[in-house]
């Protein structure tokens, strides 16, 4: 039976999800499947991945300096060298640093190391220092590893010149669009729990609450708008947990918009709010490719979006969506630009739907299958190496 090690710098927001459908997909194909990862539960006991035969708690920080992730890397190599494993697909930067080095060993004896990049640090538009700290090790690590995969396509563009074993691109995750298809009925209902009217303009995002996901160009968008008289029956909805839940609420409320402004935290059931939302507003920084985004799309969401690596994979300015420059005066006039226009909110609703098609969950997945069982360590029989 062939053995696969996912490593990822977390379990909760990472693992769980993004990659539980290819864990599955690999049990099924016979696979003996383990996670290496820090349990990021506020109760460790909640931490329960499914199709996972083998759990190793790693205690990964997400800042590569900090000297505990030394500790991370001895734990993480003892379980390489002694899970002989036929693949060991790493994801997340810090995750993917140390087990490309801790594989070394491994590989020398057979396993091959993929890594999925869910988006490079470094970027066009990128700070200095991101290229200054992340290029080069990425670009040296590539050597250490069999197959990179890419999710967008100026990574796959920029990782063509690495010396990985073999580049490839695959779209995304993939996500379940079913699951955030648009259905009757869903809009009235939750719009009610949350205790919105039906004539309510009902703008969304998704994300942490942290400097990259950028929420607060949208907040100063919606002060705009209160100080020209424009704000009535616009309601604005984040789901999310970060670090800068605190301020983003301070800012709100300086703003004098607190009450158009609903922070609703970590949310099992998005696809529901996506289908009672009338727009999606997503004005982050950095991406890979997002799967926030993707969801809205899937729901038929007309888009406001950033000019970034990731969201111009999805987003065609004026096709499917509007991509705007990343100012308060741009945001507002884009919200009120498709306020008050419903045909071109339709025609983009449409065109979402159709492009997003092209980032199902099954074909995604079809692909990934793909590079598994086209690397020669696996066995087609199922048998993996002694």
Partial sequence: MPKVLYVATVVRTHIMEFHIPYLKMLKEMGW???????????????????????????PFERNPFIPGNLKAY?????????????????????????????????????????????????????????????????KWLARKTDVLITINKEDYNRAKSFKAGKVVYVPGVGIDIN???????????????????????????????????????????LGKLKKKNQLEGIQ??????????????????????????YFLGYRNDVSEICNAADMFV?????EGLPVALMEAM??????????IRGNTDLVENGENGEIVEITPDAVAN????????????????????????????????TEVRDIYTNEPTVISSGEGKT
Wanted: glycine content about 6%; overall charge neutral; charged content about 25%.
């Fill in 282 to 286: 997503f004005m982050s920084h950095q």
């Fill in 298 to 307: 899937a729901c038929g969401l007309p888009v406001i979006c950033s000019d």
């Fill in 74 to 138: 001895n734990r993480l190599k003892k379980v390489i060298d002694e899970g002989k494993y036929d693949i060991i697909h790493c994801h997340t930067p810090v995750g993917a640093m140390l087990t490309r080095l801790a594989a070394q060993d491994a590989r020398e004896k057979g396993s091959k190391v993929f890594y999925t990049a869910h988006g490079f640090h470094f970027y066009k538009g990128a700070p200095l220092i991101n290229w200054i700290a992340y290029y080069p090790v990425e």
């Fill in 179 to 221: 699951k955030f298809r648009k259905r009757v009925g869903n809009r009235d209902k939750k719009r009610k729990e949350f205790g919105f009217k039906d004539t309510d303009f009902l703008l969304l995002s998704v994300g942490e609450l942290i400097a990259r996901k950028n929420h607060a160009v949208v907040l100063d968008a």
């Fill in 334 to 365: 884009a919200i009120l630009k498709l306020k008050e226009n419903e045909s071109l909110r339709n025609r983009y609703a449409q065109a979402a739907i159709s492009t997003i098609k092209h980032f199902e969950l099954s074909s995604v997945a």
């Fill in 236 to 261: 604005y909805v984040i789901c999310g947990l970060g670090a800068l839940d605190a301020e983003l609420k301070e800012k709100a409320a300086s703003l004098g918009i607190t009450d158009q402004v």
């Fill in 32 to 58: 003996e499947t383990a996670v290496a990862a820090r349990n990021d539960y506020e109760d460790p006991a909640d931490c329960e991945i499914p199709y996972c035969d083998t759990y190793y708690d790693i």
